[in-house]
């Protein structure tokens, strides 16, 4: 058996020194993407490299275990990340092939002709829900595919609902994020998910604005902002008494059932002056006289939406989850491997943890209980709602996986460099470094989880990274953990936006496989702003809003 190799976190002999070489392979991410804009493929291999090379050359890594790392990283992109965007792409395409999404767009724009609002209901609230129910890739491309087929030019369908994609990703997949903070800290999970609800709701109010900023700037906003209001209040106050009151599992669920409901009602009976469309041929005034749709089949067309819905809130329950675990009735179908010449080789070390602790490898084949499983199921029982028979229903399924090769290899790579930088110790070497800004700490809390949720994509696994490091560090400072626990988590919302993995799943639902670079820049500057936003929030609450602190 190899010898264990415990994570230095300053192999330079310097915290600083050590942080500017850790920061390497995600300052040339950055400029692979937004300045030399190469294909999102290749910036990632080139990273997953560098930072190879970082791991065994300074970090002192065996190479074995560095080498694993990415493997195994490679892995977890394909499952569970790419098995829940495959189905959810393949369910969109066979609403499309039916033509029942003509039907989906109909009834939006029913509601609303005004692309902003429409961007709105779809991309804020109805991906609001998508990301309560299942997470991960999910809202982004379903939601992203619905604003194309609404007539959105394709990049900025992708983009807006990455923007849009950030209140709701900390309570996002049943609470998934808050539960894995207070695990990994031993903070309440009540108080945890209370304190969020306490930062979130400034970005619910924000976020349908900045929408219409984007699209057509300052007159956008004095022509919606009643619409704009009634969305966001509807959300923000939903998601305060949800998350103070209910827990962390149903806030992103009732939040965006309140402000669709809310919004829909409101534009019965009000809209805009101006109709705002893309294509240049907005009309003065809303169009009278639609013909109205039958309830039934707008019924049908959302059908599979409804059912995903359905079925990943099953998959999301605590007694099914147990059904898999080791003991339960149905843990057969859950295959473990131990990655050998990984598992329990690494350890962790001090100041990460209170005594060296070995680093856990193992790559779970969850067969039946993966939210990508629920999601085929439901294409499948969609197929035969939707009247589509079994050849069609495959074909369908080899262009999806013909169309997401890229992609995915994107996705895989992406999680080898996340994987590679945590065991290698990298992660926890900037994480420190931020750390030792002392009472600033505050401000530069949910710029870790920012940064957390960059390099993995996914505000959970920035609360395995970095919420007990955020935990340690508020009692060093003298500032409550919960406040920073939280603040790594709302922090990291902003971060999932340009995070590589998030914006391979856009370009994949929307066609752009190729312009990842033009992608990530769209979206860079509103993530940046809104963590900038987000650091300065915390920074009050930590020192002059104190009182907003649950006791």
């Given at each position: 058996m190899m010898a264990s190799w415990i994570q230095d976190y300053t192999p330079l002999g310097s915290l600083w020194a050590s942080a500017l070489a850790a920061a390497l392979p995600i300052v040339f991410l950055f400029f692979a993407l937004a300045v030399w804009r190469l294909r999102s493929y290749w910036a990632a291999?080139?990273?997953?490299?560098?930072?190879?090379?970082l791991a065994v050359f300074v970090y002192r890594m065996p190479a074995g275990p560095a080498i694993l790392s990415v493997i195994y990283g490679f892995a977890y992109g394909l499952w569970p990340i790419s098995w829940i965007i495959i189905p959810a792409v393949l369910l969109y395409k066979m609403t499309v092939h039916t033509g029942q999404f003509e039907i989906i767009r109909a009834s939006v724009v029913s509601v609303t002709a005004d692309q902003r609002l429409q961007a709105v209901l779809v991309a804020f609230s109805f991906g609001a829900f998508l990301e309560g129910a299942a997470g991960f890739g999910a809202p982004v491309a379903i939601s992203s595919a619905l604003l194309v087929g609404l007539g959105f030019e394709p990049l900025y369908a992708a983009g807006l609902c990455l923007i849009a994609n950030t209140a709701p990703v900390a309570f996002g997949s049943m609470g998934i994020p808050m539960i894995v903070g207070a695990k990994v800290t031993g903070l309440p999970v009540l108080s945890l998910a209370a304190m969020a609800g306490r930062q979130l709701p400034l970005l619910s109010l924000l976020v349908p604005f900045w929408l219409v900023a984007i699209m057509d700037g300052w007159r956008g906003i004095r022509e919606t902002w009643p619409a704009l209001a009634i969305g966001g209040i509807s959300f923000g106050v939903t998601q305060f008494f949800s998350s103070n009151y209910l827990g962390p599992e149903l806030p992103d669920m009732t939040s965006a059932l309140a402000s669709l409901l809310a919004l829909t009602l409101f534009l019965k009976v009000w809209h805009p002056r101006h109709i705002f469309r893309f294509d240049g041929q907005g009309l003065e005034h809303a169009p009278e006289g639609?013909?109205?749709l039958r309830a039934g089949k707008v019924l049908k067309a959302w059908s599979p939406f409804m059912l995903l819905t359905g079925t990943v809130t099953l998959w999301s329950q605590t007694w099914f989850k147990n059904l898999f675990l080791p003991g339960g009735r149905l843990s057969w179908l859950t295959l473990s491997f131990p990655v050998p010449g990984l598992d329990g080789v690494i350890q962790k070390g001090a100041p990460i943890v209170s005594e060296p602790t070995p680093y856990e490898a193992v790559f779970k084949l969850d067969l039946l209980s993966a939210v990508g499983t629920a999601v085929l199921l439901t294409s499948m029982v969609a197929a035969l709602l939707l009247r589509l028979n079994a050849r069609t229903y495959l074909r369908l399924f080899g262009e999806t996986l013909k169309e997401l090769g890229k992609p995915v290899a994107t996705i895989g790579l992406v999680l080898a460099f996340a994987f590679a930088a945590n065991y290698s110790a990298l992660s926890y070497t900037l994480g420190l470094g931020l750390a030792a800004t002392g009472v600033l700490f505050p401000f530069f809390s949910p710029i870790l989880g920012w940064l957390g949720v960059f390099l993995t994509g996914s505000d959970t696994s920035s609360n395995a990274l970095f919420a007990n490091l955020q935990a340690v560090t508020g009692k060093q400072i003298g500032v409550d953990p919960l406040l920073l626990v939280a603040a790594n988590s709302t922090g990291g919302v902003t971060g999932k936006m340009i995070s590589p993995q998030s914006i391979a799943v856009a370009c994949a639902a929307t066609g752009l496989v190729g312009r990842e670079s033009d992608l990530f820049r769209f979206t860079l500057k509103h993530s940046i702003l809104f963590a900038l936003i987000m650091g300065v929030?915390?920074?009050?609450?930590?020192?002059?809003?104190?009182?907003?602190?649950?006791?």
């Open positions: 291999a080139g990273t997953v490299g560098l930072t190879l090379l639609r013909e109205p929030l915390n920074c009050l609450q930590a020192y002059v809003f104190s009182w907003m602190i649950p006791r």
